[in-house]
C-alpha cells in the first residue's frame, strides 16, 4: 500500500523561507498530481499549489510569486519551498497525490504544521 510521507515544517518568522517534502513509499506507481493542500484552524482546507506529472503547474493566488512546487517524477517525491513567508501561511501543510492504475488513487500524507510568527 502506498503511503505519503512528509517532512519539514516547522515555526519560523515571517519574511523567513521553509521547505516542505513529500515522498511516496513506492516509486512503481505512475503519479500523476501531486500537490500540497492548507488547512487553518476554522477554514476549509484549500489548495496551495500542484504540479502534474508532465509539469504544468498551478498556485493559489495568495502565493504566487513566493511558493514554488517541484518535483521529481522517478523518485515520486514532491517539494514546496516556500519563501517571504506571512502569518496568514500558517496551517497544518499536507501532500497529495492522485493517480489512475485500474482504480482511481487519492492519497494523503499525514499532515506538517507550519507556523508563521509575526
Known amino acids: 500500500q502506498v503511503q505519503l510521507v512528509e517532512s519539514g515544517g516547522g515555526l519560523v518568522q515571517a519574511g523567513g523561507s521553509l521547505r516542505l517534502s513529500c515522498a511516496a513509499s513506492e516509486t512503481t506507481v505512475s503519479i500523476n498530481f501531486m500537490g500540497w493542500y492548507r488547512q487553518a484552524p476554522g477554514k476549509q482546507r484549500e489548495l496551495v499549489a500542484s504540479?502534474?506529472?508532465?509539469?504544468?503547474?498551478s498556485y493559489a493566488d495568495s502565493v504566487k510569486g513566493r511558493f514554488t512546487i517541484s518535483r521529481d517524477n522517478a523518485k515520486n517525491t514532491v517539494d514546496l519551498q516556500m519563501n517571504s513567508l506571512k502569518p496568514e501561511d500558517t496551517a497544518v501543510y499536507y501532500c497529495?497525490?492522485?493517480?489512475?492504475?485500474?482504480?482511481?488513487?487519492?492519497?494523503w500524507g499525514q499532515g506538517t504544521q507550519v507556523t508563521v510568527s509575526s
Open positions: 504540479m502534474l506529472r508532465g509539469g504544468s503547474t
Open positions: 497529495n497525490a492522485r493517480w489512475t492504475d485500474y482504480v482511481n488513487y487519492n492519497l
